[in-house]
Structures are given as C-alpha cells and as structure tokens.
C-alpha cells in the first residue's frame, strides 16, 4: 500500500494553491514532493489515515515547540512520525538550550509559521527555527505531513526532509 492510501497525488509545485504561501515558495525547488487535496475535516492525522487508508506509521507530525532564554523566545519545529511523541522535555529542550521547553501557543505558532492550525509543516518555516528531524522520518521513504493547510497533504521523501534548510537529525527525538 502506499503513503497515500486511496488519494491520487501530482507533483507540489504543479498545485501551489494546494499550499500555504511559505510552502509553495519552499517546494519550488524541491523533487520527489507530492501534494494531494483532502478533506479539510480530515486533516488530523488519525482521521486522514482511517479516512484514506494512509498507513499511521507513513505520517509524520510537526510541532512547533517554544521556550525562554534570558528573555528571548526561542522556537523549533520536530519531526517526528505520527507514532511517536516528540521528547519536548528532553532533547528539545536541551537543543534550544532553555530551561522549559513547551509546544508553542497556537494562535503565535499559525501566525508566525504563516500556516493554518493542523497544516504545519516543515517546508517554509521562518529560517532561524531549528527543524529537529526524527532519524526514523529522515531514514523513511517518503513520509505524509501537512501542506500548511487543512484541505491537502505532502508526501515528502525523508532525504528531503533531512536536507532542509535549518534541519538537524536527531536519533531518538521521537519515543
């Protein structure tokens, strides 16, 4: 079965009103991405994979995680597959160096992100965001994640994944 389950898919760049305006710009240069529309009730992860038949351990979640430094904000994405939980209190924290690391509010994460709440994902985030990639999301084939709307999804090969700009592997960021 593919990533895609019963979702026909074209080439991202083929369909940039399938994206949020920062993931256009980011896939434009980018091969091997594939964007499909969906239902926009649809978009979360368990309800896309039961909806279209897209295997679980095929889909990746990114969080935006957030934490405070001297009195700076600082922020990362993580990359983990959608059967595993990002350690924000271990790994993240240490990486963004703060003392309490937490997922980002959502109304600052959307806004700054320029993406819809559901729809983040790693491709077009602000350039001085770190983008942890779990090892298992870099390693896979390709996985699903959003298109920074609700109403489609990505499959991005994890090479690709590893290769963005910012991105750091990271073994055993997802548990």
């Known amino acids: 079965m593919s990533v895609w389950g019963s979702l026909s898919a074209v080439p991202a760049a083929d369909r940039p ?5 920062p993931v256009a710009k980011a896939v434009a240069g980018l091969s091997g991405v594939e964007v499909a529309e969906i239902d926009p009730a649809l978009a979360d992860t368990a309800a896309f994979c039961e909806a279209y038949g897209s295997p679980l351990e095929a889909s990746a979640n990114c969080v935006v995680v ?11 994405a993580c990359l983990v597959l959608a059967t595993t939980r ?10 963004l ?25 790693p491709l077009g985030l602000p350039a001085d965001w770190p983008v942890l990639v779990d090892a298992r999301v870099a390693a896979a084939e390709a996985v699903i994640v959003g298109s920074g709307i609700r109403g489609s999804k990505l499959a991005v090969p994890g090479a690709v994944l590893a290769g963005l700009p910012g991105a750091e592997v990271v073994e055993g960021l997802g548990n």
């Open 17 to 21: 009103d399938l994206l949020a305006e």
């Open 66 to 76: 957030s934490g405070k430094r001297a009195g700076e904000v600082r922020f990362a």
């Open 86 to 95: 990002a350690d924000v209190n271990g790994l993240v924290k240490r990486r």
């Open 97 to 121: 160096d703060v003392r309490k690391a937490s997922f980002a509010p959502m109304d600052q994460a959307v806004e700054l992100a320029g993406m819809e709440y559901g729809g983040i994902t």
